[in-house]
């Protein structure tokens, strides 16, 4: 069962394209890690892509996050395990969300962002 906070279902396609352009953009890009580094960098008009794990134990700390991200209209995903944020943030422990600041790969993010609105539709 998809956690409450979850607006769309993800195919594992699409979350292991996600974690991989986290990946490119930790290494030649830059990212956030962590919900509140996370709100911040959408807060201030920063984030270009957000990264929310489905399995948080505590789901009223990542619950604000889709609603953030439509309010400033900045493409969200989700993704089924927050040791697999980590892990592509370069993190020795689970994550459950991070950002995309500054993108490694330009064209990879836009083709899963114009995936990810697809399915929204």
Do not use: H, W
Not at 33 to 44: H, L, P, Q
Not at 91 to 99: D, H, I, M, T, Y
């Amino acid at each position: 069962m998809a956690a409450s906070y979850v607006k769309f279902e993800v195919p594992k396609e699409i979350q292991t394209k996600a974690l991989e352009i986290l990946e490119t953009a930790r290494d030649k890009g830059k990212i956030k890690k962590g919900v509140n580094e996370v709100i911040k960098s959408i807060e201030r008009g920063l984030a270009k892509f957000v990264i929310i794990a489905t399995d948080v134990t505590q789901p009223e700390i990542v619950m604000p996050l889709p609603m953030l991200c439509e309010e400033k209209k900045i493409p969200y995903v989700y993704v089924e395990g927050k040791e697999a944020i980590g892990k592509a943030a370069g993190l020795r422990v689970n994550c459950s969300a991070a950002c995309i600041i500054e993108e490694g790969d330009k064209e990879a993010l836009q083709d899963i962002i114009n995936k990810i609105n697809a399915l929204k539709k």
